[in-house]
């Protein structure tokens, strides 16, 4: 990544270091694994500075890959509904989302919105690192006839996931990386060694 993308990258940082999103310790990530460091961004929200940055890194990603290909916007709970709705709302597509579990009432669908067989769907999330959220979430688009080749993130952890979803036939596209944003926050003087080495530690793609 370079110019816009680059300057894009140097705030992300300064935002997840200003918002408390970054932290470091001993964390249980949703795929089991444990991790030295979180990305919480579920947090951004409430700050509503961040959140239209957000957006707009998000939007980048969108224009420039796969937003000419895809009918509908589908968000995985809980952050990316958030960053899906507002997303899927400036664009003028359709939103849904999908549930980790069929709710026991009602019509008992995963699929929250209007899905027709053989619409494109892209999957949006906020972090990926294995991306058993990502692969769930497909699994019950397709089951209902959706068609997903493509999924977005902010973030990737680089801990499999997107080789995960390639094996599935999915293309990943995220606005950075863990081993860009720790080299820029190790650059800036906001992390140390040490902390650069626990990041980089746990990435292996």
Not at 2 to 15: A, K, N, T, Y
Not at 128 to 135: K, R, V
Request: charge should be neutral; hydrophobic fraction near 45%.
């Amino acid at each position: 990544m370079h110019g816009q993308v680059d300057r894009g990258e140097d705030e992300l940082c300064r935002i997840l270091l200003r918002t408390g999103c970054l932290q470091f310790g001993t964390f249980r990530l949703a795929s089991g694994m444990l991790s030295p460091y979180y990305v919480d961004l579920r947090l951004i929200p409430s700050d509503p500075e961040a959140f239209r940055k957000i957006i707009a890194f998000y939007s980048y990603v969108l224009s420039a890959t796969v937003v000419k290909r895809v009918v509908r916007i589908a968000g995985i709970p809980t952050a990316g509904i958030a960053y899906g709705a507002i997303l899927a709302f400036n664009l003028a597509k359709p939103f849904m989302y999908v549930r980790k579990e069929a709710k026991e009432h009602g019509r008992g669908r995963r699929i929250e919105g209007v899905l027709l067989p053989g619409d494109r769907v892209l999957v949006l999330d906020d972090v990926i690192t294995t991306g058993t959220n990502i692969l769930e979430a497909v699994d019950a688009i397709r089951s209902e006839g959706g068609l997903v080749e493509d999924a977005v993130v902010l973030l990737d952890r680089q801990q499999g996931g997107g080789a995960n979803l390639k094996n599935i036939g999915v293309r990943l596209h995220s606005f950075s990386t863990m081993h860009r944003i720790a080299d820029i926050l190790l650059a800036q003087g906001t992390i140390d060694e040490r902390q650069h080495e626990e990041i980089m530690g746990q990435i292996i793609s």
